[in-house]
Every structure is written in C-alpha cells, then in structure tokens.
C-alpha cells in the first residue's frame, strides 16, 4: 500500500525534545518558540509570527481580533476546510460563500466584489494546494471597501504571490503545521499579524486574556485578566519538533517540488488526450509542493479512478466537500449555486505526495492512472 501521506522526519526532532526537556521548561513560548518565530520572521518578513495549537486557532484568535460579533458578514469560499469558516460562525458572523475560479479550486476574486454589503468585514482567501489566490485585486476591494484580509495559509509555506511570500499579504494570516502538512509539529499552527495595531492584542489573547508576555519581558509588574482570549500556545515540545523541520524546509521543499513536477511530466500526455486535467497554476503564483492534484471528467469517473487505484494499493483520496452544502450550514446558504466549489468536490482526486515517496512509487501510480484510462 502506497499511503496518501507519510510526515517526514528530520532527525533533530528528538533531539531538540530532548533539549526542551533538560531546559525545565515544556510550556509555551521558551526557547524553541522563540526560535520559531524569529524563524518566520527573519524568512518572510511578516511583522510578528506567534505559534498556535493549529492553524484553526490561529483562524480563531483572527476572529477575535477583528472583534468579529453578531451582524458581521465574513466571505469564505465554499471549497475550503471547515475551519476556515467555522472559526468566524463561533464569533456569531454569517458565513457568505463565494465560488472556486473556474481554472483552479481558490476562490475567485472577479466574483466577490457583488458579494460584499455593509456588513461585510472580513474575506478569507485560502491558498489552495499552496498556490496563491489573486491578492492584489483581493487588496484593492478590501481598500475599497474598508474590509480585512485574513489568509488561511494553512498550505502555503514557502508558496510566493509576485514574489511575496504567502501569509505576508493579508492583515493576518494562519499556517498549519498538522502532519499532513509539508513542515509538521503533529498538531501546530501560527498567526501571522501583518500590521502592528494587532501585536499586543494578539498576544494576550493567546495568553487566555491575561498580559502574561508583556510581564515576561517586564513591561508590566504583575500581569492579569486584560481582555477575552483563551490558551493558544503550543507546548515547547511542539515548538521544538517543529523547529527541526523548519531547519530542513529547503530539503522538504525540494523532494516534494521534485516529486510535483515527476507528477507533472508523467501525466502531461493523458491530459493532452483530455482524460483529466492537471492543476493550473497562474502565472503569478509558485507551486510549494503542498500538494498534486488531478481533475477527472466526471464525477462518476472520479469515484472509479479512486476506487481502481485503491484495489492497485494506491492512497489517493478525494479533498473538501463544498461547504454550502454540508449539513451544517445548508439551511443557512442564500441559495446561490456555486457551481465550481461543486466541481471540485465531485472531480478533483489528491496522489500520495510526501518527502520519502520514491520514484518508483510516482512511476507506479502514474502507470495506474494510464492503466484505468486504456479503454476509455
Ligand atoms: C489543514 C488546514 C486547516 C486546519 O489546520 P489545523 O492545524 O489542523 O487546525 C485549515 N485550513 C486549511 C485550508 C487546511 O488545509
């Protein structure tokens, strides 16, 4: 069995546990934190980097905030995890949907624009498989239209728009270091704050409201309960896990951008044939190897190709189900159609694609995928 995922070991991670461990000190924000977020910054330049307990408390804290409350409208697409919109429904906003670009599952920014009303506040552009999502017409509406940009970058480490890291763009920006991921702490995330006025607030807010921090650096002589907030911080085990990988991140991304392009060339023929389509990748966006994707014609298609490359021992695996329609929030869409989130529930299949995946095994599954087209 080839499995869809496989998180990629280091080999410092045990050691630096280890370090943590003899340090006294296990809960957040000592020295393996530190070092995570000088890491962000000094790489991308975001303005303060805070590791989380995942990328969905990031998305969180995000909405507390923005003050985020009853009466504000937020605009997610449909095709994203739940997360992505379910860390502003816990704020009480309403969720807007917006629909996937017809060439790729992000969202399509030429279609927000009607969406937004009075009470829109925030867009939430996730960059899907990595690949950036149009952010400077996404900055030009929300300009316009004084509304706050929060990137779920949960996929897009070392992914660049115009040259300008993902996750640098937005007000604020969430990554995620879950294992499927291609920089893993098991469970972790991080809130990128890309203006100042947030900073202060962000850190107590992770620290359950208290300014906590603040004291640690003696800015304040005794700390308290300031304001709202709840326990975001991740253990320096975590911390220390991850700062293992992010020593490595150019290794990581050079096996899996090798192994997206290997994707790439072997099924280019089998695309020209119009059996499938390969992800599209637009001219102002960089592919970080997060993930490889292909698009069957149909949706019936596309649950035989899965079900033939699972009886071949092939881990590949459908992604989100569009969000207007989940059981959870059906009563609650507008009704709009929102056919290309749609499209990509029903077509898009996901290969196996990790750093210790082998040559043979791309070779492998590729050799299925042409194997299930032969007579078709
Ligand atoms: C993985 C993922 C998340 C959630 O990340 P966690 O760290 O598991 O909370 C959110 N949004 C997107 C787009 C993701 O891919």
């Not at 499995?3 to 070991?9: C, H, L, V």
């Not at 800015?219 to 490595?248: C, H, R, T």
């Not at 590949?316 to 059981?327: G, M, P, R, T």
Request: hydrophobic letters at 40%.
């Amino acid at each position: 069995m080839i499995r869809f995922n496989f998180p990629y070991e280091t080999g410092n991670e045990i050691k630096y546990i280890e370090q943590a461990i003899k340090a006294g000190r296990l809960s957040g924000d000592g020295q393996f934190t530190k070092k995570c977020h000088r890491w962000f910054e000094e790489r991308y330049g975001f303005q303060k980097a805070l590791l989380t307990t995942s990328c969905t408390d990031a998305l969180e804290m995000s909405a507390l905030l923005l003050d985020i409350g009853p009466g504000d409208e937020v605009i997610v697409p449909s095709y994203t995890f739940v997360s992505t919109a379910n860390a502003f429904v816990l704020r009480g906003a309403k969720i807007v949907f917006a629909d996937s670009e017809a060439s790729n599952p992000n969202l399509d920014v030429q279609k927000i624009e009607e969406l937004i009303t009075p009470k829109t506040k925030v867009v939430v552009p996730m960059h899907y498989a990595g690949v950036a999502c149009d952010m400077d017409a996404l900055t030009i509406l929300a300009e316009r239209y004084n509304l706050y940009l929060v990137e779920d970058a949960a996929q897009a480490i070392e992914s660049f728009y115009k040259g300008r890291p993902l996750g640098g763009l937005g007000h604020l920006a969430a990554f995620s270091f879950h294992e499927t991921k291609n920089v893993v702490a098991g469970e972790g995330g991080l809130l990128v704050i890309n203006r100042e006025r947030f900073s202060k607030r962000a850190e107590i807010v992770r620290e359950k409201g208290t300014n906590r921090s603040a004291f640690f650096r003696g800015e304040v002589d005794k700390y308290g309960w300031v304001d709202i907030g709840s326990s975001y911080l991740p253990s320096e085990l975590n911390a220390a896990f991850l700062y293992a990988q992010l020593e490595q991140i150019e290794y990581i991304e050079e096996q899996r951008i090798k192994h997206w392009l290997r994707y790439k060339e072997l099924l280019g023929p089998l695309a020209e044939k119009g059996r499938i389509k390969l992800p599209f990748i637009p001219s102002y966006a960089t592919v970080n190897g997060h993930m490889f994707y292909i698009l069957a014609r149909t949706g019936a298609e596309r649950d035989e190709l899965l079900k033939f490359l699972k009886a071949n021992g092939i881990g590949a695996v459908f992604h989100y189900l569009s969000l207007h329609k989940s059981k959870y929030f059906r009563d609650k869409h507008d009704g709009r159609e929102l056919p290309f989130a749609d499209y990509y529930t029903e077509h898009l299949i996901r290969l196996p694609l990790y750093v210790s995946l082998e040559a043979e095994q791309i070779e492998y599954i590729c050799s299925k995928i042409y194997d299930f087209f032969k007579n078709r």
